[in-house]
């Protein structure tokens, strides 16, 4: 039955039909009802369904579902096969084209198209300007989401997805702490929906591990990447399996299980591979260096960071190609060789530059630029690009990456022989480092 609030479009829909077809409303009734009652129709007073809505529509020589929707069988096709089309350009990371795709959907949805229509037109939207780097867009996208989420039609789940992607834009601008409320309202109404979405339930517990590691809450994070884990293996998605071992690995890393975290990368670099997303496998491999250069293991590592790095740059992606370098960068200071550890440092955050969705991976490689120049003994340089570093850190929310800037400067006042505020950096470092109290 159609609900109250789309009735004045079906009656509407009604007239509109009647009078194309040359009607009087008499003539549509047919004998059937009176005049009256079809004026009552086409004022939304009377709601059509069942039987009699499939009536009208023969009578008016449509389908049932153009009066309910405004739109044909084939129409519906069409943005069936749009959706799609936008959803398997954002798997090929090509975030653009999507855009594209989607905003023209949003633009020619009729008010009456199905709601699963105009819910998947905006989450693909969402996500095609969350990865380009357009947050703010994002945000007051899916805050007109939210209205309409929230009115007298809106559902429990719609609900729960819209809470998901404004957590996924807090995060993405390094605000933790309303991201993690985001996304644990986005879990209680997901508990109160009237069916289980297990996709969205897992894609919210994997998003929040996240959270967790950014707040160095590793257990915390390791339960919810267990939780979401639990779910994929019941999925038959290959895409969030991928995703989700990718998380786990990066958790395992945190708590410092290396080998467990490689298995992980491992596994995620493989589903990624069988889906076809040789983007997202090259991200996987850039973990997997990390990995192996942790595990003493650096010829591997480096080819991996090679290889991710040919990925990136044939895609014409320049912040994946960015990480990339930040990572090759780190590896060529800890090895001696400085220079190549400066190139690398100063290549990543031109392709960095203006990101501050990734800041903390700018961080991270002005860091790098940084300790260079404090292994050349360039006091000055190094001082004040951490400076810039503490800046980008600060911006993260993330203890863990400031404390490295700390342990950096304390690394400088010594070569200063100023012990004293050396010792106390390091003492700054040490307690930022502690695990957080339970």
């Known amino acids: 039955m159609a609900t109250v609030a789309a009735a004045p479009d079906i009656g509407s829909r009604v007239g509109a039909l009647r009078r194309a077809a040359g009607m009087t409303q008499e003539g549509l009734a047919d004998g059937r009802f009176t005049k009256q009652y079809v004026s009552q129709i086409e004022r939304g007073e009377i709601i059509p369904a069942g039987e009699l809505l499939d009536w009208l529509a023969s009578r008016l020589g449509v389908e049932r579902v153009v009066l309910e929707t405004g739109l044909s069988t084939p129409d519906l096709e069409r943005i069936s ?12 990371h090509r975030h653009v084209e999507a855009l594209e795709i989607f905003q023209s959907l949003r633009g020619s949805l009729t008010h009456g198209a199905p709601r699963s229509a105009k819910r998947s037109v905006v989450r693909g939207e969402a996500w095609a300007l969350i990865r380009l780097g357009r947050i703010s867009e994002a945000a007051d996208l899916l805050g007109e989401a939210r209205s309409v989420a929230d009115g007298p039609t809106g559902t429990r789940d719609e609900q729960s997805e819209v809470a998901y992607l404004t957590a996924v834009c807090c995060y993405s601008l390094s605000d933790i702490t309303t991201a993690q409320a985001e996304f644990g309202r986005a879990l209680q109404l997901l508990d109160e929906a009237d069916e289980t979405d297990d ?18 809450d590793f ?6 990447i267990d939780r979401a884990l639990e779910l994929c293996h019941a999925l038959d998605d290959v895409r969030r399996r991928a995703e989700v071992h990718l998380q786990a690995s990066l958790v395992a890393e945190r708590l410092g299980r290396w080998v467990l975290a490689r298995r992980y990368a491992e596994t995620s670099r493989d589903l990624f591979e069988e889906v076809g997303d040789t983007v997202t496998r090259g ?10 250069h942790s595990l003493g293991v650096d010829d591997v590592a480096v080819s991996q960071l090679r290889e991710a790095f040919a990925i990136f740059v044939d895609a014409h ?5 960015g990480y990339v370098l930040s990572s090759l960068a780190e590896i060529h200071r800890e090895q001696g060789d400085l220079e190549e550890a400066g190139v690398a ?3 990543a955050l031109e392709f960095l530059e203006g990101r501050i969705d990734h800041i903390q991976e700018v961080g991270t490689a002005q860091l790098v630029l940084a300790r260079a120049h404090l292994d050349q003994g360039k006091l000055d340089e190094a001082e004040d690009l951490l400076g810039v570093v503490d800046a980008s850190y600060a911006a993260t929310e993330s203890v863990a990456h400031q404390a490295r800037s700390w342990m950096t400067r304390g690394e400088l006042e010594l070569l200063r022989h100023n012990e004293s505020e050396a010792a106390r950096l390091y003492r700054e470092a040490a ?8």
């Open 219 to 224: 257990e915390a994070a390791r339960e919810d």
């Open 431 to 438: 307690v930022a480092l502690q695990p957080p109290d339970n």
């Open 81 to 92: 096969e749009r959706l799609a089309h936008g959803q398997r350009l954002l798997d090929e």
């Open 317 to 321: 992606l320049e912040i994946e190609a």
């Open 345 to 347: 440092a100063r290549r």
């Open 199 to 216: 996709r969205l339930r897992l894609d919210i517990h994997q998003w929040r591990s996240r959270c967790h590691r950014r707040q160095r």
């Open 283 to 292: 991200r996987v491999l850039n973990n997997l260096a990390g990995l192996n």
